[in-house]
């Protein structure tokens, strides 16, 4: 397309391409704006060195390499704020400038947010089963290494607790937690069979007792029971890993509440979903230990965003595909609300109007670059966590809801309807 483009002459055509899903994933009531911070610094550092240019210049004509040789984005970006919600239709990103500057970010721009917003998206979910209790993204093994970076900092802008991921806390500084693995009590076997107690003792010799010993990888109430006579009433928590984690929380509690271990917290762990955190909500449970579920997406391991040109040289262009319609023009959006704060509907205006007078109504789309430009400082991940919680506290009840349903709120174009 570019080398086309620059060919004709139409690369140099001003254009604004939009960032948006046409629907949320099957049952979903809203969705988590994830990404947003690293799609802004990948276009920053977008760049053709040597090595890409020696790539490319494999099928691509002289000029075009040479154009990419110098390329830089200059153009201007609009959109939402990193942990901001967005519902059908939501223009999440506006990504204006020249065609053959914007053609260009497609990839990376949907790779980035498509995915951080799956994972943001999911985890509020299980962030709202929980209610309140702690939520470890422990997924690290079950996606690609990089993905699992992006995703333990995407669960914690949805508001998880902690990481197991290092390298996310090194990179992005999400707050890191783990415990050991059954492979470290398998470790203290010998000659005389399995030593549990051992494996215990060094895991609290090196660490204290406010380290978290898992328990199940024998006979559950041995474990808890060996658990407490080496750490003591003291111990900060146990982790259970398999079984009916409904019934052994609560033999668990029991047992430790008779050991004098009032205080020990209970960590489960295996295959949890936002569906079996909300069905343990009864349960002494203290923190869930999430891993799979979480960093696929809980089954939409995809925002569904997609990069549409809309508006060339300030004419509006859409598509009319069946099933796959866009509508033309650089748009943005005000939500507005009731007098309680309870959010009542996305409304979509022309970028070139004025926001609407609508009651309670609170702006969205965010100026982000100007001129290549960073136009504010950064959404640092505390606000982008501020912002989800934020949101979420807006939504109307039932857009909370894990069942299957409408979006929380419905999304208006104001060229639909009258002005307010």
Avoid at 110 to 117: E, M, V, Y
Wanted: charged share 20%; proline share 4%.
């Amino acid at each position: 397309m570019l080398a086309a483009a620059l060919q004709d002459g139409t690369a140099h055509r001003t254009s604004t391409f939009e960032v948006f899903a046409r629907r949320l994933p099957d049952g979903r009531r809203y969705g988590v704006v994830a990404g947003v911070e690293r799609v802004l610094d990948a276009i920053d550092n977008f760049r053709f060195g040597d090595d890409e240019l020696a790539t490319v210049s494999k099928f691509l004509d002289p000029d075009t390499v040479s154009w990419l040789a110098d390329y830089r984005f200059t153009g201007n970006i609009s959109g939402y704020q990193e942990g901001e919600l967005y519902f059908p239709g939501s223009p999440v990103l506006t990504v204006s400038g020249t065609f053959g500057e914007c053609v260009l970010l497609e990839t990376v721009v949907l790779s980035i947010i498509n995915h951080d917003s799956a994972i943001a998206s999911a985890a509020t979910r299980m962030v709202s089963a929980a209610q309140g209790r702690t939520l470890i993204e422990m997924g690290s093994r079950r996606t690609h290494e990089e993905a699992a970076v992006a995703a333990a900092r995407a669960a914690y802008i949805a508001g998880f607790t902690a990481t197991s991921n290092v390298e996310a806390a090194r990179r992005h500084g999400v707050p890191r937690a783990g415990t050991s693995a059954h492979a470290f009590t398998l470790l203290h076997t010998d000659a005389d069979g399995p030593n549990e107690v051992a494996a215990f003792r060094s895991q609290i010799e090196a660490h204290g007792v406010g380290t978290t010993l898992l328990v199940d990888t024998y006979d559950i109430t041995t474990g808890v029971e060996n658990a407490i006579a080496v750490a003591g009433p003291d111990l900060n928590a146990v982790r259970i890993d398999s079984g009916d984690l409904g019934v052994l929380a609560r033999q668990v509690r029991d047992q430790l509440d008779r050991l004098g271990a009032t205080q020990t917290k209970i960590v489960v762990s295996g295959d949890l979903d936002e569906y079996s955190i909300a069905a343990l909500r009864a349960e002494p449970v203290d923190a869930y230990g999430v891993g799979t579920s979480v960093v696929t997406g809980s089954g939409a391991p995809t925002a569904g965003m997609v990069y549409k040109l809309v508006e060339v040289d300030g004419i509006p262009v859409a598509k009319r595909s069946s099933n796959k319609e866009t509508k033309g023009g650089a748009k943005a959006v005000v939500r507005t609300a009731r007098d309680s704060g309870v959010v009542t509907a996305e409304v979509i205006y022309s970028a070139s109007s004025a926001p609407p007078n609508a009651p309670n109504a609170r702006i969205i789309t965010q100026d982000l670059v100007h001129g290549g430009e960073r136009t504010a400082s950064p959404v640092t991940l505390e606000e982008a966590r501020q912002n989800t919680a934020a949101g979420l506290a807006t939504l109307p009840w039932e857009g909370l809801a894990l069942s299957r349903g409408e979006p929380a709120i419905p999304t208006r174009f104001i060229d639909e309807e009258a002005h307010p």
